[in-house]
Structure formats: structure tokens, C-alpha cells
């Protein structure tokens, strides 16, 4: 069956400067990955999807991109701010339909 | 008002009683999903419709059932709880987006309990 990892350990950075956050994935040919963020308490939200056929996307501060040879995600926030402290979840589907999703990898930005 | 609303918000129950978690959203979508997500384990398909007539299983559909009353309204039964269903739920609907995906929108989640 598929297999989604993402960094298991918690992610520490200072502000102002760049978080990368990666999602590795077995066993699986996924033609489309999401991006959530989710905070304590809360459920998932939306930030960005990636295409099989698209290397890059980007949104304001974020940037994924998507490496379907090395079946690997990575996840960029520029300029990080405390704000941006939450967990980040990727998400894969082969038909857009269903979405599997990572373990997700915790993000902290120390002021 | 929140889009997708899940109540009960927090449940402790005692195994082998039934218990039944709702969810309601008025983004008038017809794909709605249920969600169990696990320290560890990440957030995993029970089940799915697509629409009020459609329901089908999702990863981990033993010892679950559903019921979509409407296209507003799907809701989440355990017939008979046992301890390794603690955990927390989550209800999300789903629409096409302008990318011709389709983004998924969750509820606050449920946090279950079974002792």
C-alpha cells in the first residue's frame, strides 16, 4: 500500500527566515498533492495544490514543488512569521477524488 | 456561522455503546467525507459520498457505518465502541475548485473518548 512520511520531528527556525518542509511517498504515483495547515484544536485548511506535470507552484509566502522521480514534496515559507507556527499535512490522490494524507511535521517560528 | 459544523465537539462513552457523530454544511457541496486522525498516524478515510444516494468505504470502515440524510447532513455511527476508536474525527466536504481539484473543507473535529 502507499506510503506518505513527512519530517517526524518538529521543525524550529527564527523568524525571517525560510521553513522547508518535506513529504516523501512509496509506492504510489499520486497526480495531484495538497498542502494543509492545521492548528491545535482545529481541522485541516486548504493552501496549495501541485499537479504531476507541474514543478512549481506558489502562493504570497509559500512555495511547493514537486519531484514525481524522487517522489518528493517540499514545502517552502519565505519570511517566516510566529503566525505561520501550526502543523503542515501533505495530501496525495491519483484521481483528485481521495486524498491520503501525511502524518504531518510540526512548524514553531521563534520570534 | 462555521460552513462545516460537527457535534457532538466532545464524547466520552463507555465500550459497547452506540454512539452517532453528526456533521452539517451549508457550502452546498455534494462530496462529504469522515475522518479519523490518529497521533502518529495522520488523518485516514473512513467514509466517503459523493452525493446522497452514493456511499462508500474508506480505509478504515470496519466498525463504522454513515448515513447521508441529505446533501447537508452526514453522519457517522459507531454500532458498538471500543477503546482504539478513541480518537479525533473529523467531517470535511469537497467541491470542484477552479484547478479542477477537488479542495477539501473541514469541520472542527469531534474528540472521542471511549473508556
Known amino acids: 500500500s502507499q506510503k506518505i512520511e513527512q519530517n517526524s520531528e518538529a521543525l524550529n527556525i527564527q523568524e525571517g527566515k525560510t521553513a522547508t518542509l518535506t513529504c516523501n511517498y512509496t509506492?504510489?504515483?499520486?497526480?495531484?498533492l495538497q498542502w494543509y495547515r492545521q492548528d491545535p484544536g482545529r481541522g485541516p485548511v486548504f493552501l496549495l495544490l501541485?499537479?504531476?506535470?507541474?514543478k512549481e507552484k506558489r502562493k504570497e509566502r509559500l512555495k511547493v514543488t514537486f519531484d514525481t522521480t524522487l517522489k518528493q514534496s517540499l514545502f517552502h515559507i519565505t519570511a517566516s512569521q510566529p503566525a505561520d507556527s501550526a502543523t503542515y499535512l501533505c495530501a496525495l490522490s491519483t484521481t483528485g477524488n481521495q486524498f491520503y494524507f501525511g502524518t504531518g511535521t510540526s512548524l514553531t517560528v521563534i520570534p | 456561522d462555521a460552513d462545516v459544523t460537527q457535534t457532538p465537539r466532545n464524547r466520552i462513552t463507555k465500550t459497547g455503546k452506540r454512539i452517532m457523530l453528526e456533521c452539517s454544511q451549508t457550502k452546498g457541496h455534494d462530496r462529504m467525507y469522515w475522518y479519523r486522525q490518529d497521533p502518529g498516524l495522520g488523518l485516514r478515510l473512513i467514509y466517503y459520498?459523493?452525493?446522497?444516494?452514493?456511499?462508500n468505504k474508506g480505509e478504515i470502515s470496519d466498525g463504522y457505518s454513515v448515513s447521508r440524510q441529505a446533501q447537508a447532513k452526514f453522519s457517522l455511527s459507531l454500532e458498538s465502541a471500543i477503546p482504539n476508536q478513541t480518537a479525533l474525527y473529523f467531517c470535511?466536504?469537497?467541491?470542484?475548485?477552479?484547478?479542477?481539484?477537488?479542495?477539501?473543507?473541514f469541520g472542527p473535529g469531534t474528540r472521542l473518548t471511549v473508556t
Open positions: 470535511a466536504t469537497s467541491d470542484l475548485s477552479d484547478s479542477g481539484v477537488y479542495e477539501q473543507y
Open positions: 459520498s459523493f452525493d446522497v444516494k452514493d456511499i
Open positions: 501541485i499537479r504531476e506535470n507541474e
Open positions: 509506492n504510489y504515483s499520486p497526480a495531484y
